[in-house]
């Protein structure tokens, strides 16, 4: 990479952290590309010329929010720990983030623009299908999930989590809600989640 390409690559890392921060306390609506420059240290030209608009770097920073949010779930499947464990961590993190855009000025938006949606679904249909599957061939391998149960089956019931989290009025509801959801796809009915 030259040096050209590193120092683009910084000031978009730069404006999407400062967007993040504007947009998640106060909402796309109440924050101007001005104030984001300011924050980013960067020109208004800049943001215009690397994003194009606000709503275009608005879903750009949820891309980007939930292509870390995957990493960090890559990672976990990667520790050397009991599927239990990975599990529990998991859920942990998927909570976390949960919590974190539902008490965000930022997630009202976020879950009633179709566009932001359709990033979802796109980056789950991607980017987590390849995390499910390794996450059931874990489970597997280790004796925790069916061998008996198809890869598909148990990938089709994991990708109906996600239709019920990816539901604006699922991000109203409780931590407990939440958690009990969660806890219901991880461990089902009758599971003690050990």
């Known amino acids: 990479m030259s040096g050209y390409e590193r120092r683009t690559q910084a000031k978009k890392e730069a404006i999407i952290n400062a967007v993040w921060e504007l947009f998640t306390k106060r909402g796309v609506t109440d924050v101007s590309i001005s104030e984001i420059a300011a924050k980013a240290n960067v020109s208004q030209v800049s943001i215009y010329n690397y994003f194009g608009s ?3 770097l608005a879903k750009e920073v949820l891309l980007s929010y939930m292509n870390e949010t995957i990493k960090g779930y890559e990672a976990l499947l990667d520790m050397d720990l009991p599927f239990a464990e ?3 961590l998991i859920m942990d993190k998927k909570q976390s983030a949960t919590d974190e855009i539902s008490h965000s000025a930022f997630s009202q938006m976020a879950w009633e623009d179709k566009t932001f949606q359709e990033i979802y679904k796109e980056i789950v249909h991607t980017k987590a299908i390849s995390i499910y599957m390794k996450f059931i061939e874990l489970g597997k391998k280790e004796g925790a999930l069916d ?3 198809p890869n598909e089956a148990i990938l089709a019931f994991l990708l109906s989590s996600v ?3 990816g539901q604006a009025e ?3 509801t409780s931590t407990e809600y939440k958690r009990g959801i969660l806890k219901l796809y991880s461990y089902g009915l009758f599971g003690k989640g050990e």
Request: aromatic share 6%; net charge positive; glycine share 0%.
């Open 54 to 56: 606000k709503n275009a």
């Open 86 to 88: 990975k599990l529990t």
């Open 147 to 149: 061998e008996n149960i």
């Open 163 to 165: 239709a019920v989290t």
């Open 170 to 172: 699922y991000l109203q």
